[in-house]
């Protein structure tokens, strides 16, 4: 397989065992998240490990080390991205499964099992038309006030949302615009549905402009925009007010 492939593949297979798992009704609450993000964990390490040995990886639910920081070529996969959204049977949460190569996100998949759906970089859909009005993602749970106040500045309608695979994703689909995020993440929040929406011909940046890197020592990325090439600029300028107010 390709690089692509194996990606979009894994995210798939993930996607079927996490959903096997919930409905095996051994689980519920807290649990039930904790025993998908193991299951899945386990399936997709083991997987990369053995068909791509050389490569670095970095995943949410395994002990980070070193070694990956000399690679080039590293893997960076979220097993289940929307714990809460997946315990709860929503459509909105996600796997990812990305690799970047030189610190850029190059490849990927995110699939979206409660749609019974795979974006991948190498077979773009067919991105619907804008909406007229912008419509911007936001956390269903605590939106962040930034998101808020540019939304608020450019008349976009908040669309509330489980995780980031899901937002970035529904961008990507045509559901919105913007997906403007100030409350914390981490790489592998973003990696793949970076790649993804890069490959569609979306852009994906810091909220400053610059660009997305990974396989850093410090994996803590705490801002994201992706959004529709045409309103990046608009979105940089009305977030760059924010922090001269």
């Not at 997709?44 to 080390?65: I, M, N, V």
């Not at 994703?169 to 615009?177: I, K, P, T």
């Not at 790649?195 to 396989?215: C, E, F, K």
Request: hydrophobic share 45%; proline share 5%.
């Amino acid at each position: 397989m390709t690089d692509a492939e194996l990606a979009a593949h894994l995210a798939e297979v993930a996607g079927k065992i996490l959903i096997q798992v919930r409905e095996s009704g051994m689980f519920e609450g807290k649990s039930l998240g904790k025993a998908g993000d193991e299951t899945a964990n386990q399936f997709l390490c083991h997987a990369l490990t053995q068909q791509r040995p050389e490569d670095g990886l970095l995943s949410e639910e395994s002990k980070d080390t070193a070694e990956r920081l000399a690679k080039s070529r590293v893997w960076i996969v979220d097993p289940v991205d929307g714990t809460r959204e997946y315990g709860e049977a929503r459509s909105d949460w996600a796997v990812h499964v990305a690799l970047c190569v030189d610190s850029k996100p190059e490849t990927g998949a995110v699939a979206l099992p409660g749609l019974d759906m795979v974006l991948r970089t190498d077979a773009p859909i067919d991105v619907p038309a804008a909406a007229d009005a912008p419509r911007m993602v936001v956390s269903r749970t605590r939106p962040a006030k930034e998101a808020v106040a540019v939304a608020e500045a450019i008349g976009a309608e908040l669309v509330p949302m489980g995780s980031a695979g899901a937002k970035a994703m529904a961008v990507v689909r045509g559901e919105a615009e913007i997906y403007l995020h100030t409350g914390g993440q981490y790489e592998w929040d973003s990696a793949a549905p970076a790649a993804v929406a890069l490959a569609h011909g979306m852009h994906a940046s810091r909220i400053d402009g610059s660009p997305l890197t990974y396989n850093q020592a410090d994996t803590y990325m705490p801002d994201l925009l992706i959004c529709r090439p045409e309103w990046a600029e608009r979105v940089l300028a009305e977030v760059a007010k924010l922090d001269r107010a």
